[in-house]
């Protein structure tokens, strides 16, 4: 590939391993970044290399852009993968790569630091002649806020200019909780972003989590792979995402994705983007949430019904490729599921569960799709996220793919530790998931309920 | 005169630095000085032969001979491609894990042996350390960090390559640790 010939990948767990899979078939050599723990990983042993970069604590290691560079430097690799989280949305890193003449698979810099900021990233919507949620601009204290509560209707979110991700949000349902919230808010957003800005937006009760995925080159090509539905969440967190989404008809995709590619053009988007969206059920409308400028540990089931490798596409667009196609090409055939199975106990209020694998047999068969990097004997390591595995499914139609899934969930083996393996199940066989009839609260509101009521029997 | 003083060393590399030869070698006595102007310089403090260092004296001309350019990684798959290495520390005396204690890298980044480019470096095979020597430098984007040896012994080995990346937790040297090297007499060989 001309200008990428070796790529570190400084990330870890499942999207490593994808990565290095995209650099694989490439042809593109690979190292990795590991921790200690992380030595003898699943991505650690199909790299090309791996370097120790630190101790576990990802402060010492994942999270450090000095020793990131070093490494890619010293390696004499020319490219570095950021994947998701850790330093994947910091502009530090992209800056540092641009300083350093290493080329950063992901947005410029100046794009990540624009879609970070909350607020910035509203106004650039909004200029893009897209509905924002009814909110407000910087609230610099209660009283501010309680103003801007009262304009827009409550209850409201208390959102963190800083966050994102579900991270930093407060929801007030009453003016006299307000003042409490606040003081939480702002100083649960110092904590987490170093910075405690606030702004109040309209809290929708029943919506769902839309998100279009964009892809951009640097020839100002910018086009859209459809919309993932992310309405399965838990305190913020995606359970199951799926593609196409059953309550978008054919109008509202055209609307709603032409909306995500005319942000992403207003800004000149390069590299893989989310577009992210909240649609009121209640009201048929959809506003522009925020963008995440990274590749999405759901990709796949974007990939799943466009056929398109969206992290080779990566590649492609940051080694200062073309697109390797165009708008019109780009075709929605299928339906695809994705359930992230996660190392967490479902009948103890999803409290994590690190440990040793003892055993580990993922379902294989035509249409099953697993991304992993565990195996039988492997130590979930207690610092880093619970993701074991994401499980993607895919059938001519959401029935179908949703039949595949049940089979799936069924014979995947895994002893040692508890995984929302049966969770997935309870929810596969939900009449309001069949229906199609959910909402971002379903999980919360419903079904940890239900679930605990049954005793964590799926088949009750 | 059988031994020579860093202020020394310091001047001839001046003058070599200024001269037109790319390559210098000095023998005094058991003292051997090689200095190469476009690749990696070494210096040897051979065991005297009233001081016996310890009872592997080809210990040292083995890692004389060494290569420069062989690597030895923690990671598993350069360690299993540097069986050389390994075959050279069994016949020096056993596994480093038995037998001497590593020094290891606190962080990735650049080993570097010298304080700055054509000093001397710190440590050599043969010197005697004690637990505050600084035994070489790891740079992490022109941040510069000092390397204490933390233990009291005799280095047997250097086992990264000047100017190379490390990784964290790599083993940078190998210590032969005894008990009864004082502060003050570091620098002799005990008889």
């Given at each position: 590939m001309k200008g990428i010939s070796r790529v570190l990948v400084a990330n870890r767990g499942e999207i490593a391993v994808r990565i290095l899979r995209a650099c694989r078939e490439l042809g593109l050599e690979s190292v990795v970044t590991v921790s200690e723990t992380d030595k003898d990983s699943l991505p650690a042993r199909l790299a090309d290399r791996a370097v120790c970069i630190g101790p576990p604590s990802p402060m010492e290691s994942y999270l450090k852009v000095d020793t990131i560079i070093a490494a890619a430097l010293g390696t004499d690799s020319d490219a570095i993968h950021p994947g998701?989280?850790?330093?994947?949305?910091?502009p530090r890193l992209a800056e540092a790569c641009a300083t350093h003449g290493l080329i950063f698979v992901g947005p410029k810099a100046d794009d990540l630091r624009k879609m970070g900021d909350k607020l910035c990233a509203r106004k650039l919507a909004g200029g893009a002649g897209v509905s924002i949620i009814p909110g407000s601009e910087l609230v610099r204290h209660p009283g501010e806020a309680a103003e801007a509560a009262r304009r827009v209707g409550f209850p409201v979110l208390l959102k963190a200019?800083?966050?994102?991700?579900?991270?930093g949000m407060k929801i007030v349902a009453r003016a006299e909780d307000l003042r409490g919230v606040y003081d939480e808010a702002s100083g649960e957003a110092l904590s987490a972003f170093g910075d405690d800005r606030i702004y109040v937006e309209h809290y929708i009760s029943n919506a769902r989590h839309i998100e279009v995925q964009i892809i951009g080159d640097r020839f100002g090509n910018i086009i859209h792979l459809f919309e993932r539905d992310?309405?399965?969440?838990?305190r913020y967190q995606k359970m199951v995402e799926e593609a196409p989404?059953?309550?978008?008809s054919p109008e509202l995709r055209r609307e709603i994705c032409d909306a995500a590619v005319r942000i992403g053009r207003q800004i000149g988007y390069e590299n893989a983007g989310t577009v992210e969206f909240m649609l009121d059920q209640d009201h048929g409308q959809f506003y522009f949430l925020e963008m995440n400028t990274r590749i999405q540990v759901e990709h796949p089931v974007t990939e799943m019904i466009s056929g398109i490798d969206l992290v080779k596409e990566q590649f492609r667009v940051a080694a200062g490729?073309?697109?390797?196609?165009?708008q019109e090409e780009v075709r929605l055939t299928g339906h695809a599921i994705e359930c992230r199975i996660n190392a967490e106990s479902p009948g103890a209020g999803f409290s994590p569960c690190p440990g040793h694998i003892t055993e580990w047999k993922s379902p294989t068969g035509e249409g099953v799709r697993v991304d992993s990097h565990c195996y039988s004997g492997y130590f979930v390591s207690p610092?880093?996220?619970?993701?074991?595995a994401k499980l993607i499914t895919r059938g001519t139609d959401r029935r179908e793919a949703i039949d595949l899934m049940q089979y799936a969930l069924a014979s995947f083996v895994v002893s040692g530790i508890d995984t929302t393996i049966p969770f997935h199940q309870f929810i596969m066989r939900h009449t309001d998931y069949l229906n199609g009839n959910?909402?971002?609260h379903w999980i919360e509101n419903r079904l940890v309920k239900e679930y605990e009521k049954n005793g964590g029997n799926p088949f009750r | 005169m059988d031994t020579i003083s860093q202020d020394e060393v310091v001047q001839i590399l001046r003058i070599m630095e200024e001269s037109n030869f790319d390559e210098l070698c000095l023998e005094m006595g058991d003292f051997k000085l090689i200095l190469k102007k476009h690749g990696d310089s070494e210096l040897i403090q051979r065991p005297s032969q009233t001081g016996e260092?310890?009872?592997?004296?080809?210990a040292v001309q083995e890692r004389q001979s060494a290569p420069m350019d062989e690597k030895q990684t923690e990671s598993g798959k350069a360690a299993s491609a540097s069986g050389k290495d390994k075959r050279e520390i069994e016949a020096i005396g056993g596994d480093p894990e038995e037998g001497y204690i590593p020094i290891r890298s606190p962080m990735l980044g650049t080993f570097y042996r010298?304080?700055?480019?054509?000093?001397?470096?710190?440590?050599?095979?043969?010197r005697w350390v004690s637990a505050d020597d600084s035994v070489c430098i790891i740079e992490v984007m022109k941040l510069f960090n000092t390397v204490k040896a933390n233990i009291r012994g005799?280095?047997?080995?250097?086992?990264a390559e000047n100017g190379q990346m490390v990784e964290y937790q790599q083993t940078l040297f190998l210590v032969e640790e005894v008990?009864?090297?004082?502060e003050t007499d570091k620098e002799e060989i005990p008889s």
């Open positions: 998701y989280g850790f330093l994947a949305e910091q200019a800083a966050g994102g991700g579900g991270k992310c309405s399965l969440q838990r989404s059953p309550a978008v490729d073309f697109l390797s196609v165009s610092y880093y996220d619970s993701l074991l959910v909402s971002t | 260092i310890s009872g592997h004296p080809e010298a304080p700055k480019p054509g000093a001397p470096p710190f440590v050599e095979v043969g005799r280095i047997v080995k250097v086992c008990d009864g090297a004082g």
